[in-house]
């Protein structure tokens, strides 16, 4: 089974930065993209940012020159890096990942639990 592990959310003024993380564990093969995405009360949930195991990424429109994301392969760990935070930014934000288990014939789409990110005006 493989569990993502996601950590650094919490409260922070508009216009401050944060950083989350989100660790890969368990019996991994390989792991080709891993990013996040997050949701607000009321709306779905949409793409945040995406780093491939290649290094290409992609990020969703509304945070794009503001949120870089990056990735060691090493440790399973992918990185997200929150600037100039705005109020809309406030959801939660859920670790994805798409892994190869060893057991298993290969890759699944993969979850965290999420955490909380909140921004005040």
């Known amino acids: 089974q493989v569990q993502l592990v996601e950590g650094g959310g919490g409260l922070v003024q508009a216009g401050g930065s944060l950083k989350l993380s989100c660790a890969a564990n368990?019996?991994?093969?390989?792991?080709?993209?891993m990013g996040w995405y997050r949701q607000a009360p009321g709306k779905q949930r949409e793409l945040v940012a995406i780093?491939?195991?290649?290094?290409?990424?992609n990020f969703g429109d509304s945070v794009k020159g503001r949120f870089t994301i990056s990735r060691d392969n090493a440790k399973n760990t992918v990185y997200l890096h929150m600037n100039s935070l705005k109020p809309e930014d406030t959801a939660v934000y859920y670790c994805?990942?798409?892994?190869?288990?060893?057991?298993?014939?290969?890759?699944?789409?993969?979850w965290g639990r999420g955490t909380q990110v909140a921004v005040s005006s």
């Open positions: 994805h990942a798409d892994a190869w288990e060893t057991a298993r014939w290969g890759y699944e789409h993969y």
């Open positions: 780093i491939r195991k290649d290094a290409s990424t």
């Open positions: 368990g019996n991994i093969r390989d792991i080709n993209g």
